[in-house]
């Protein structure tokens, strides 16, 4: 590792990171790919959706209109929280492989987030959700342990300055 002057002090060189945040980054954006393709299927079933709603009315509680809106709401919903959490795969992608220690922490909230999330859903007596969410929650597992490997943690510590 060479050193190269900043400013008066001397800081060392990040080396490259290791195959563990290598592969950790990859599952990341492999997160990402998968959440935007859950969204594009999920606007091709829109209509099962709405339909899904109006058979659960079953006691005529709510209007047709009133039970459209909650749909369309449900559906926006759920394609902006998608995007959002696309935003939030990549965002961390980047700042891990960038060796960002923060990140590594922010990802393991989030995946503890996600984990809580459907473990609600459990609880709540619904199914784990579709077979994207499933695989999207095994994606994040494998991120975070690649990420807590003894192998990655040199990588994430602070730059020693001499």
Known sequence: MQPYPTGGSVVQQREGAPSSVLNAVKFMYAGAAL??????????????????????????????HQVTNLANTFIVVGIVTSVIAIGLWLWMAWKTGDGRGWARIVST?????????????????????????VLTWLIGLGAIILLWRSSSSSYFRPQQYR
């Open 109 to 133: 909230v989030l995946f503890g987030l996600c984990t809580l999330d459907q473990l609600s859903l459990v609880k709540e007596g619904f199914a784990v959700g579709t077979i994207f969410e």
């Open 35 to 64: 959440t935007a393709v859950a969204i594009i299927i999920n606007l091709f079933t829109i209509d099962s959706l709405r339909t899904a709603f109006r058979k659960a009315n079953t006691d005529k509680t709510l209007t047709a």
